[in-house]
C-alpha cells in the first residue's frame, strides 16, 4: 500500500510540473505577445524585384519614432503569416533582440505563399548577371535591402540577416549580394548542399525526411495564397511499416504521390551528384564578400543540417580570410538555440540551460555590435564559440579546429577491440555479418512517421544487440579523451553482393554505476550507449559521387566515411564504442545490395541478403583516424 502511494504521489508530482511548464510556456508567449502589440506596428509591403516580380514583405517597427532603429531580417519560403491584421507572437532570432529595439522584416521569397514568381528549391546562384531577366537569392537580397533602406523612414542604414534551416541557406545566399547596407548576416542550421545535407548524407537517400517534407512542402501553388499545403496522411503513427509496405522507392509515385512532387520526381531522375545537384551547391560560390561580418551557428545533434554549417563557416574562412567569420555549434538540435532551452536531448543532459547563454552572450552581442555599435571594429566574441559534450561546458577558440588538436588512430581488432594500436599478426582477419534489406535494422526504437530528433543521442542498445551490428569498444578508459575536429573512418571492407551502404556510429558507453540525469529522475542510466555522432556513406560513391561503381563482389575495398566534426570528452570510466551496420531505417532507404544504375529504379528482386567484412588485419586495417585535445 506504502509502494502505490508513493507511486500515485509521484505521478502527482509529475503532473503538476508538466502543467506547471505549460502554463509557464503559455505565459512567457502571452507576455511576448502583448509586448509586441504594445511596442511595434505592422505594415505589409510588395517589393518590386529587378525583373518586376513582387515579393510580399511584413515590417514590424517600433512605435517609438525618437530615434532609429537598424533593420534584422528573415528570408523564408515559410510563410511570414499572420498575414493581414495578426501580430506574431514573437519577433526576431531571440526575445533579447525583440527588446532590443530594432525593424524585423520578414518575405516570403520569390514563388513562395504571397509572393509573386517561380519557385526554385535551392536557387542555383549566377556568379556573372548579364541582365535584369537572371536573378537569383543574391539579387532578391539586394533589391529587398536597396527598397528598406530607402522607403523605411526609421531606420539607421544597416541591415542584418538570418535565418534557420532553408531560411539559413538563404541567409548564406544574401551574403553574396554584398549590399553595402548588410553588415551581419548569421545563416543558422544553413543548407549547403542537398547530396549532403536533409535529403542526402553522403548520396544516401534519407527517406521520411525527403517525403514527409516534399509531401506537401513540394505540391505546386496555383495562385497566391496564406494556406499551407495538407499534410500528407500516412494512415500509421509507425513509419517503419509505412515505407516497408511502401517498398521499393519507385512504388512512392505509383502509390501515393501520383507524380504530383515536381522535386521528388527530379530527384529520381538524378540520384547521382550530376549537374543538377551541382548547380544547387552555394559552397563554390561563397567568396569575395565584402563588408558583411559572419556568424554561423550549428547544432552538434542536428540532424538535417550538420554538413551546411561546418562547410559553410569553413569555406567562407578559406576564401575570405580577412572577412570576420564566426562559428558557434551547441548542445542542440535543429534550431534548438531558437525553439528549446538546450538543456537536454532526448535522455541526455547537458548541465544547463545553454540556449539563454548563446541568445544573451553571443547572439545579441554580434548583432549589437554590427547593426547599432561600430561596425568598423571586430566584435569582442572569439572565431569559434563551441559546447563541448561530455564535459558539458562552452570552449572558446581562435581558429577550428583547434591547432593544437594531434591527430591520432583508433584501431579496429578481433572479438570487437578498439584501441590506439594498430593490429598485430596473427589476429582474426575480418568481422562479418548478414544484411537483409528485408529486415532492416532500425534507427530508432521509438514508433514514429519521421524522423525524430532524439534518435541522435538514443541508447544504441539496442542495435549493438543485433546480429547485422557489428560493435567495437575500447576498454574502460583511465582518463578523459577529449576529440576535437573532423572524424573520418576508413573502412577496409567487402560485400558478397555489388553495392552496400555503410553506417558508422561513434557512441559514448556509460558505466554500469551511471546516475540518472536531473531532468530524467527515473531513468536508469547505467550502460546507457549514447550516440555522439553518426554517418551513412553510399558505397557506390566510393570513388566518385558523379560516376557511381559496383563492388566487385569479396573484394576487399576502401570506404572512406567523414563523420563531421565533433568536440566531445569520453570521461575516465566510461568507453568508446563504434558500431557498423547496412541498413538504418526508414531513415535511410535500403540500398537493394545488387547494383543498379539508378538505385531509386530498383525492383523487388533486386533486394537481396548480402555478407559485408569489416577487415581488421595488419595489411588491411580498419581505422578511425579523430584529432584529440
Not at 501580430?87 to 532590443?100: H, I, V
Not at 559514448?508 to 546507457?528: F, I, S
Not at 569479396?554 to 541498413?583: A, C, W
Amino acid at each position: 500500500m506504502l509502494k502505490k502511494n508513493n507511486l500515485l504521489q509521484w505521478l502527482a508530482v509529475l503532473v503538476m510540473c508538466c502543467l506547471s511548464a505549460t502554463i509557464s510556456m503559455a505565459q512567457k508567449v502571452n507576455e511576448d505577445s502583448l509586448y509586441i502589440r504594445q511596442n511595434y506596428e505592422k505594415a505589409e509591403y510588395k517589393i518590386p524585384m529587378r525583373d518586376g516580380k513582387k515579393l510580399f514583405t511584413v515590417v514590424y517597427s517600433p512605435k517609438d519614432k525618437s530615434k532609429k532603429y537598424p533593420i534584422l531580417m528573415n528570408r523564408t519560403p515559410y510563410a511570414v503569416g499572420p498575414y493581414g491584421e495578426g501580430m506574431k507572437t514573437s519577433l526576431g532570432p531571440s526575445t533579447t533582440l525583440m527588446r532590443d529595439g530594432y525593424i524585423f522584416v520578414y518575405q516570403d521569397v520569390r514563388g513562395t505563399f504571397m509572393s509573386e514568381g517561380e519557385f526554385v528549391n535551392m536557387t542555383p546562384h549566377l556568379d556573372k548577371k548579364k541582365g535584369k531577366k537572371d536573378i537569383d537569392e543574391s539579387s532578391d537580397t539586394y533589391d529587398t535591402v536597396d527598397w528598406l533602406i530607402k522607403k523605411l523612414d526609421n531606420d539607421n542604414g544597416r541591415v542584418g540577416q538570418w535565418g534557420i534551416s532553408y531560411p539559413g541557406f538563404y541567409a548564406a545566399a544574401g551574403l553574396m549580394s554584398n549590399h553595402p547596407a548588410l553588415k551581419a548576416v548569421s545563416p543558422q542550421a544553413p543548407i549547403a548542399d542537398w547530396f549532403w545535407d536533409d535529403f542526402h548524407h553522403n548520396g544516401a537517400f534519407f527517406l521520411p525526411h525527403a517525403y514527409n517534407f516534399l509531401s506537401s512542402f513540394g505540391l505546386p501553388r496555383k495562385e497566391l495564397t496564406t494556406e499551407w499545403n495538407k499534410r500528407f496522411d500516412h494512415g500509421t503513427p509507425d513509419g517503419y511499416e509505412f515505407f516497408m509496405r511502401m517498398g521499393p522507392l519507385k512504388n512512392a509515385n505509383e502509390k501515393y504521390l501520383k507524380g504530383s512532387v515536381a522535386f521528388w520526381n527530379e530527384m529520381m531522375e538524378h540520384p547521382n551528384y550530376d549537374e543538377f545537384w551541382q548547380a544547387r551547391n552555394i559552397l563554390p560560390h561563397l567568396k569575395n564578400l565584402k563588408n558583411t561580418a559572419v556568424m554561423t551557428v550549428g547544432g552538434w545533434y542536428d540532424a538535417e543540417d550538420l554538413y551546411g554549417p561546418l562547410k559553410i563557416y569553413q569555406t567562407i574562412e578559406k576564401n575570405n580570410p580577412k572577412l570576420t567569420n564566426m562559428i558557434v555549434m551547441g548542445p542542440w538540435v535543429h534550431g534548438g538555440w531558437a525553439r528549446t532551452d538546450g538543456s537536454n536531448i532526448g535522455n541526455v543532459y547537458f548541465g544547463q540551460k545553454n540556449s539563454p547563454y548563446y541568445q544573451q552572450e553571443v547572439e545579441a552581442r554580434f548583432f549589437n555590435h554590427y547593426l547599432k555599435g561600430d561596425a568598423k571594429q571586430p566584435v569582442k566574441l572569439p572565431e569559434a564559440v563551441m559546447f563541448e559534450g561530455g564535459n558539458n561546458t562552452w570552449r572558446e577558440f581562435a581558429v577550428w579546429p583547434p591547432k593544437e588538436a594531434q591527430e591520432r588512430t583508433l584501431y579496429f581488432h578481433e572479438n570487437g577491440k578498439l584501441s590506439f594500436e594498430a593490429p598485430k599478426a596473427g589476429e582474426t582477419q575480418a568481422s562479418e555479418y548478414i544484411s537483409d534489406p528485408a529486415k532492416p535494422v532500425p534507427f530508432t526504437e521509438e514508433v514514429a512517421i519521421g524522423m525524430t530528433r532524439e534518435y541522435m543521442t538514443d541508447d544504441q542498445r539496442f542495435a549493438s544487440r543485433r546480429p547485422d551490428v557489428l560493435t567495437f569498444q575500447t576498454d574502460v578508459l583511465t582518463d578523459d579523451l577529449t576529440l576535437a575536429g573532423e572524424i573520418l573512418a576508413q573502412l577496409k571492407v567487402a560485400t558478397s553482393g555489388s553495392d552496400a551502404d555503410w553506417v558508422v556510429k561513434l557512441i559514448d558507453v556509460y558505466p554500469d554505476t551511471a546516475q540518472a540525469n536531473p531532468h530524467q529522475p527515473d531513468k536508469k542510466m547505467g550502460g546507457y550507449q549514447a550516440m555522439v555522432r553518426s554517418e551513412v556513406f553510399r558505397g557506390r560513391f566510393r570513388n566518385s559521387f558523379e560516376k557511381p561503381e559496383p563492388f566487385t563482389p569479396n573484394q576487399v575495398t576502401p570506404v572512406n566515411v567523414e563523420l563531421q566534426d565533433v568536440l566531445y570528452t569520453f570521461k575516465k570510466g566510461h568507453r568508446l564504442m563504434v558500431q557498423i551496420q547496412s541498413t538504418w531505417f526508414p531513415l535511410v532507404d535500403r540500398n537493394p545490395q545488387k547494383y543498379v544504375p539508378n538505385i531509386y529504379e530498383a525492383n523487388e528482386e533486386d533486394f537481396i541478403k548480402a555478407t559485408h567484412k569489416v577487415y581488421h588485419a595488419p595489411q588491411q586495417a580498419t581505422s578511425l583516424k579523430v584529432k584529440v585535445l
